[in-house]
């Protein structure tokens, strides 16, 4: 891949909105944490929030895809933590 093209499409508008999308659906359960935990007073474990934001981009559809995608990251990552630790 020549460095150029590399440096255009990082630098693309679509790559740009699309990583943007992914990081909302990564840090999108924390808004819902915020929502559950402090507002409602119910303790969930993480994955929980994690899965609804990834249900909720999917049934979007569209570009609520890849929220989806990013809130499946933070599903993976929430059980990462709960079973191995912060290591």
Request: no cysteine; hydrophobic share 45%.
């Amino acid at each position: 891949m020549d460095f150029g093209n590399a440096m255009s499409t990082l630098a693309s508008e679509d790559y740009v909105v699309d990583v943007a999308l992914v990081l909302a659906g990564f840090v999108g359960p924390a808004v819902v944490k915020y929502g559950v935990e402090d507002q409602m007073g119910k303790d969930l474990p993480d994955e929980a929030y994690g899965a609804t934001v990834a249900v909720g981009g999917a049934l979007y559809g569209g570009e609520g895809r890849k929220v989806a995608l990013g809130g499946g990251v933070h599903v993976v990552e929430s059980l990462r933590e709960r079973f191995m630790g912060d290591d």
